[in-house]
């Protein structure tokens, strides 16, 4: 049977010929159907969510429970060809699929454009103890572009064991998807981002200068659902006198496993950092690190890691690191945690 002759007779019904879903009166429920002619829904979403949902029905990525299973009917070779038919809705070139969104690293910039709200804390272990809390926001523009906010908070304590708080340097970040090949496994892009002197530079919550920043990111698929991120970029300050130019370049390399094909994923990775300011030597952090999936859509994920100084070990501090990611475009933070 054919891939279009098998969604009429096993999805139409639902989904509609045209995939945009048949209206609520025809299907006599009032869950909202998927529209996989809107490629900004369906783009981000990869193969492997929508073959676990077709074959294990809705409550494999926690939907609804009225999306049935076809795993004991369909065989994969039939399931893969209904997958290639759906991907079909989307009649507009030049969105980039989501099996090129990789794991995020806590340091490395994915070349991906997302919809993601990202919360990281950043603890430093005394005698100089920090707590530095930062909120981004990321926001997809069309097809390829990305806007984002990056809100870092402070708490410090000094030598004679005070406590100082307050806002950090605010940046803002523009990204653009130049190249993507999903057979290739490969997406290129490139940003520019500043940051603004918005913290109090005496209690050590900010640089006192503005900085503009240039950067690149590649994403490439590697073997065995592995994958490798690069991220290079420099910097150049408003004020010379308050900070020196820099080079920085980041590389994340890692390997997702999902549990039963379609379950929680584990993706372990390790970042390796460099940095160099005009005139000083490098700087060198590895920083090993796991996220793993916690919502059963896999759209709330936690990510904690360590950052290890390789250069002057004993004048800088190792950082624990953790953050909680959620992708809002796929739903409310609580929802799809269990199938309803």
Known sequence: MTAERLFQTACAACHGTDGKGQPRPVVGFDTALPDFADCAFTTPETDLDWWSVVHEGG???????RMPAFGGVL???????????????CAEPGWPRGELNFPRA?????AFPENEAVFTVAIERPPEASIDPQFLFEQRIGRRAQYEINVPLAFHRDLGGFWSRGLGDVSLALKYALYDSLPRGLIVSAGGEVTLPTGDE???RGGGVTIFEGSAMVGKALPRAGFLQVHAGFE????????GKEIHWRTAIGKTFNAHRWGRAWSPMVEVLGAKTFGAPIDWDIVPQLQVSLSGLQHVLLNAGLRIPV??????SRT????????????????HWRAR
């Open 59 to 65: 409550r494999a990525r926690a939907l609804d429970r």
């Open 75 to 89: 065989a994969d070779a039939e399931i893969d060809s209904l997958i290639d038919h759906l991907r079909g809705f």
């Open 106 to 110: 806590f340091f490395t910039e994915k």
């Open 202 to 204: 005496a209690a050590g």
């Open 236 to 243: 150049v300050p408003a004020d010379a006198a308050k900070a």
């Open 311 to 316: 250069h002057q070990p004993l004048a800088r």
């Open 320 to 335: 624990v690191m953790v953050y909680l990611l959620w992708d809002w475009f796929d739903g409310s933070f609580f929802s």
